[in-house]
């Protein structure tokens, strides 16, 4: 090549480099899976949020929904996320405990999301997703949905023992302190597992029980309920820093929005509750001794666990997610 095709050919690079730019730096799809079904009421809240992302980011960010459990396996999604399959997930760590054990931790938070945000909490979250998982922690878009065993065997007091119950992560330490034996399945096994009775009961949180038909199959709720339901955004890393800034800031004041709505999980509650009655879920109540202590155990037992597992991570989380 002579100087001026030397020229010419550089100055072509520099063209077609432009145009990417122009074309692909400004305005990036990320490629979101749920963990969670398509049809529950996670999802049914996320889809009006991505629809808003997508009309209000035109040219900057499109967020593309891939699917929920039928498109990846629930326990696969945060791998997934980490190794960069799909750039943005739906789930809670419970799911990913594969990826770190920590995952876990965020059910033991007792105060609201955007107290985490003022208090420290959710950058020392982001500190381990970052370092230990290759994830950006984005956004919590579930809170006051605390966790509660459905059986149907009745109980008079706090004690599953000859009760076979399914889990994940979040309950095992607990349910196997009341002398439960435990099996772990991703919620879409639930209900062929009731209907077989491979299992007498499950975890799941106050709402939600419904969305895959699980109350044909439950006759009693235990109360109280115990640690909040942790179900989040969560985005791949590198990921997360190749963005610009405006597709980072726009992106931010999306998920700060999104958070807003958690008002939403208070109301639902109240309303699941109802529901379950109607629909014949007996509630075994304890007296108000037997109630705390159960409530307490929870956390005593979760926080060991945590403790136990990493003592410098845990220990941190406790005081940040401590009631005030
Ligand atoms: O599957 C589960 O019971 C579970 O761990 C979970 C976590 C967060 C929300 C709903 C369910
Ligand atoms: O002890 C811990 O918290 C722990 O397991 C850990 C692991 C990696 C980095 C920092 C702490």
Do not use: C
Not at 27 to 34: A, I, P, Q, W
Not at 198 to 219: A, M, S
Request: proline content about 5%; hydrophobic content about 45%.
């Amino acid at each position: 090549m002579n100087a001026r095709s030397v020229r010419a050919a550089v100055a072509l690079l520099l063209l077609a480099a432009g145009f990417a730019g122009a074309a692909g730096a400004q305005e990036v799809t990320l490629r979101l899976v749920s963990a969670f079904a398509e049809n529950g009421i996670y999802v049914q809240r996320l889809q009006p949020w991505i629809q808003k992302v997508n009309a209000q980011g035109k040219g900057t960010l499109q967020i593309n929904f891939i699917g929920g459990p039928k498109a990846m396996p629930p326990f696969e999604v945060g791998n997934a996320v980490k190794t960069g399959v799909i750039d943005m997930a739906l789930s809670t760590g419970a799911f990913y405990t594969n990826v770190m054990p920590e995952a876990d931790f965020l059910k033991l938070t007792q105060v609201p999301v955007a107290e985490q945000r003022r208090n420290g909490a959710f950058d020392a979250i982001n500190k381990v997703w970052n370092d230990k998982a290759n994830m950006q922690y984005l956004a919590r878009m579930v809170e006051n949905q605390p966790f509660h065993i459905y059986t149907n065997k009745k109980v008079d007091k706090p004690d599953l023992s000859g009760q076979k119950i399914r889990i994940t992560p979040v309950y095992r330490d607990f349910f196997q302190a009341l002398g439960a034996n435990v099996i772990t399945t991703p919620p879409g096994e639930v209900y062929t597992a009731l209907e077989r009775g491979v299992v007498d009961g499950y975890g799941w949180p106050i709402g939600g029980i419904f969305d895959l038909n699980w109350q044909e199959k439950t006759r009693f709720r235990i109360d109280p309920g115990f640690y909040d339901a942790e179900v989040s955004l969560v985005m791949n890393l590198p990921a997360y820093r190749k963005l610009t800034d405006t597709q980072r800031n726009f992106l931010q004041q999306q998920l700060l929005a999104l958070e807003a709505e958690n008002s939403f999980w208070a109301r639902y509650s109240t309303d699941e509750i109802a529901r379950q009655e109607k629909a014949g879920i007996q509630t075994i109540r304890f007296d108000a001794a037997t109630a705390k202590a159960f409530h307490d155990r929870a956390y005593d037992v979760g926080w060991a666990a945590a403790l136990k597992q990493s003592p410098e991570i845990a220990g941190r989380f406790k005081t940040l997610f401590a009631p005030k």
